[in-house]
């Protein structure tokens, strides 16, 4: 005799729903970060094989989490702060601090300088690791877990030089700036055009804009992807390092730039 099934059709597709909005969900965020620029939902839609309401659905439920977010100009899509955030709590717990340590020892020791290592975090830097040298001023203290904005420093401009055009215009707008120095850039079509220039030559600086004295020089931690997901940095007074080291400490931070990428797939 035969044993009828209990579950029915409806049954098993109602199972096979949240397994497919959750694979929507996660393509969708998969895509816009990927992209270079805001994309439409329409696009969106289309890339992924979406109906149109299922596409505009899953996307402004995302903008509610603050996982997505409207680009101001163009009303497209872009990254949310909430999803920068979760990214920063995933690299957090996933990363092997002693190796990154072990990398951050090598390249203070060769410099005679104190270097960090940070992520970007909505609108700030976190330092992830930092290694101070006996001789750093004992009144900058920057902890693990520091956070530092992105206008006038090093790793912050780096990071802003580097996010896709629609993100890094939805931020430019928000300016002006605070200064915390005489020498902080405040203007954001300055800012603009400084970020040009570091996106031109692969590195950044700040001289003297987050604090009095201070120089420092940072470099992009690149993904296999190639994609900008960390920055590591040195820092020192500017008697000891000004625009005339630049190019001696930039092949040492490159040479730990590229060991620490690996830690950061």
Not at 106 to 123: I, P
Not at 134 to 161: D, I, N, Y
Not at 243 to 260: K, S, Y
Request: glycine share 8%.
């Amino acid at each position: 005799m035969k044993t009828r099934s209990t579950q029915t059709p409806d049954a098993s597709d109602d199972a096979a729903k949240p397994k497919a909005a959750t694979d929507r969900t996660f393509a969708i965020l998969e895509l816009v970060a990927s992209a270079s620029g805001p994309l439409a939902v329409k696009t969106i839609g289309t890339t992924l094989g979406l109906p149109k309401p299922t596409a505009h659905r899953l996307v402004n439920g995302l903008i509610e989490k603050g996982l997505l977010a409207r680009d101001l100009e163009t009303r497209d899509v872009v990254i949310g702060v909430e999803a920068a955030r979760l990214a920063v709590g995933i690299l957090r717990a996933s990363l092997s601090r002693a190796p990154v340590r072990a990398v951050l020892r090598k390249v203070s020791a060769e410099l005679g300088e104190t270097c960090n290592v940070g992520v970007l975090d909505g609108g700030d830097v976190v330092y992830l690791d930092r290694v101070e040298v006996e001789h750093w001023p004992l009144r900058l203290q920057f902890g693990v877990g520091s956070r530092v904005p992105m206008h006038c420093t090093a790793m912050g401009k780096l990071f802003l030089a580097t996010l896709p055009e629609g993100v890094r215009n939805r931020l430019l707008k928000s300016g002006p700036f605070s200064p915390h120095t005489g020498h902080t850039i405040t203007d954001p079509d300055a800012l603009a055009a400084e970020l040009e220039r570091i996106a031109a030559r692969g590195y950044s600086l700040d001289d003297e804009e987050y604090v009095v004295g201070v120089f420092c020089v940072a470099v992009p931690i690149l993904s296999s992807a190639g994609r900008t997901v960390a920055a590591i940095a040195v820092q020192a007074p500017k008697v000891r390092l000004s625009h005339d080291r630049v190019e001696q400490v930039l092949p040492i931070l490159r040479r730990g730039a590229e060991a620490l990428s690996a830690q950061f797939g």
